[in-house]
């Protein structure tokens, strides 16, 4: 690494994030069903139909693996609770299991000097509330105050920081409307309601936060930086609605409380009745801001010029095995944008950033200098837009570990730490060390 600790201010947080159902392995502690088991279990949804019931086994492993974060020299680990695991019903009795598991896992964090910064929500839906309409309905708010208030309850008091929902864009638009994640519905009315609710719910989970004297709770979206593909009126008017879509809707419905007007002629006709009495629930403040970053789109239109119909494209910028173009200007387009015009009084943490990649192991050792480019030349961007004034408090890289890559399986490795998915076995990569060296104090 070029850049060391010392690069950044005093205080400034360094740490690796995860999510629950893509580590820990689900398929035990009296865990409920998700609508990623289903999903996975219908026929073309997953790669070769894999699942998160043993992912990493990180259950059984957690003291292993923070020690390893901690060995790294992290300051913090960001990590998500399972609402299945805690409320296999989604509502109604919790499972003692799943509360003692957090419970030890946030102990085991402060034992290692790591500052637990949670995420509720990583898109792990209880399966009974999936048949209920899930973020469909707008009952889900309150169910997601239960959930908080029973997680919460139980670690609220020993964890640094806190967040509800892990970027809202997947939850609702990318799983709603492009079928993509589980639930797989393609249909703008469910979309629609879902980009309502799923920033209901975070309204909500922020009010029984802050009823049970929580502070330092933020906001986590997901953002790519949008251009058009060409100089035609038709690719920029993509290119706003993609940016609309993506970027605006989430963050100005957060922190202004109010919708994009463009974006809002389009989904209006689609969204519940009475949405506009949600709005001073949405934007309630909050303390931080964090950002997920990973890429760029080059967008034009779509093939059938239906509204939501935009084609997203790449450049000639070298790629990672996700396909995402390496595009550091914009995280510091990202951080400068919502610093200016979203976040305007509170610090922003880079709350995800890293590389899908296909590491190289040699003599037991696991090669990934890719990586180690990647995440300097985002450190780069990051130093950028904190010398120009923007508060940037912190920079969380995905992931700690390779994981379960959502609907592509375990092909996809962003870990800092390389996991043999037959064996379990955990080596730190490359990148590891090298992180290790350029955090020590």
Known sequence: MRHTRA??????????????????????????RTQ?????????????????????????????????????GLDAYRFSTSWARVLPEGTGTPNPEGLDFYDRLVDA????????????????????????????????????????????????????????????????WLSHFMGAHAPGVRDIRAAARAMHHVLLGHGRAIEVMRGLGMKNLGAVTNHEYVLPADESDEAAAAA??????????????????TYPPDVLDMLEAHMPK?????????????DWAGINYYTRKLVSPGDTGLPGDLHEGVGDLPQTTMGWEIYPEGLYGMLTRVGQAYARNIPIYVTENGMSASDVIQNGEVHDQHRIDYLNIHMDAVQKAISEGIDVRGYFIWSLLDNYEWALGYEKRF??????FDTLERTPKQSYHALKTALKR
Request: proline content about 5%; charged content about 25%; hydrophobic content about 40%.
């Open 36 to 72: 990623w088991d289903d999903f996975a279990a219908t026929p073309g949804n997953v790669v070769r139909a894999e699942n998160g019931a043993r992912a990493c086994d990180h259950y059984n492993r957690f003291e292993e693996d923070l020690d390893l974060a901690a060995g790294m």
């Open 109 to 172: 964090m402060l034992a290692r000097g790591l500052k637990p910064f949670p995420t509720l929500y990583h898109w792990e839906l209880p399966s009974p509330l999936v048949d209920k309409g899930g973020w469909r309905n707008r009952d889900i708010a309150e169910w997601f105050g239960e959930f908080t208030e029973v997680i919460m309850g139980r670690i609220g008091d020993r964890v640094h920081a806190a967040a509800p929902i892990n970027e809202p864009w997947c939850v609702a």
């Open 240 to 257: 706003r609605m993609y940016d609309g879509i993506y970027n605006r809707w989430f963050l100005s419905g957060i922190y202004s409380g």
């Open 274 to 286: 009475g949405w506009e009495d949600d709005m001073k629930s949405i934007s309630q403040p909050v």
């Open 7 to 32: 690069d950044f201010p005093k205080d400034f947080i360094f740490g690796a994030a995860t999510s629950s159902y893509q580590i820990e392995g689900h398929g035990q502690g009296g865990a409920g």
């Open 415 to 420: 870990g800092l730490i390389h996991v043999d």
